[in-house]
């Protein structure tokens, strides 16, 4: 069965950085869109990030733009965002999710897997 599960998130002060990683399995990784949502406590889930299949196209939330950077490995199946210039504003459970088709990279409901999410701290 398909598997994402993310690592890195950590408590931080504002300013710092984090690295997050979303190891991949039992899909064919490189033919996936991947993104990044994020959940902070009695809000929706919103878009992060996004990046293509190949690595070539990426979206960015206007408010992480500058920020946060999305990047991937297909030859380790994993997707990485490093978080930079964190703000407490970005305290939130941070997930990771694939997409087979790239219909909506920037909409929850355009993925078909998630996982479990990681917690992003940001104290200041």
């Known amino acids: 069965q398909v598997q994402l599960v993310e690592s890195g998130g950590g408590v931080v002060q504002a300013g710092g950085s984090l690295r997050l990683s979303c190891a991949a399995s039992?899909?064919?990784?490189?033919?996936?869109?991947m993104g990044w949502f994020r959940q902070a406590p009695g809000k929706e889930r919103q878009f992060v990030t996004a990046?293509?299949?190949?690595?070539?196209?990426?979206y960015y939330a206007d408010s992480v733009k500058g920020r946060f950077t999305i990047s991937r490995d297909n030859a380790k199946n994993t997707a990485y965002l490093q978080l930079n210039s964190l703000k407490p504003e970005d305290t939130a459970v941070y997930y990771c999710?694939?997409?087979?088709?790239?219909?909506?990279?920037?909409?929850?409901?355009?993925?078909?897997?998630w996982g479990q999410g990681t917690q992003v701290t940001v104290s200041s």
């Open positions: 999710a694939a997409a087979r088709w790239s219909n909506a990279p920037t909409a929850v409901g355009g993925y078909d897997f």
């Open positions: 990046i293509s299949r190949t690595g070539d196209s990426t």
């Open positions: 039992g899909l064919t990784f490189s033919k996936y869109y």
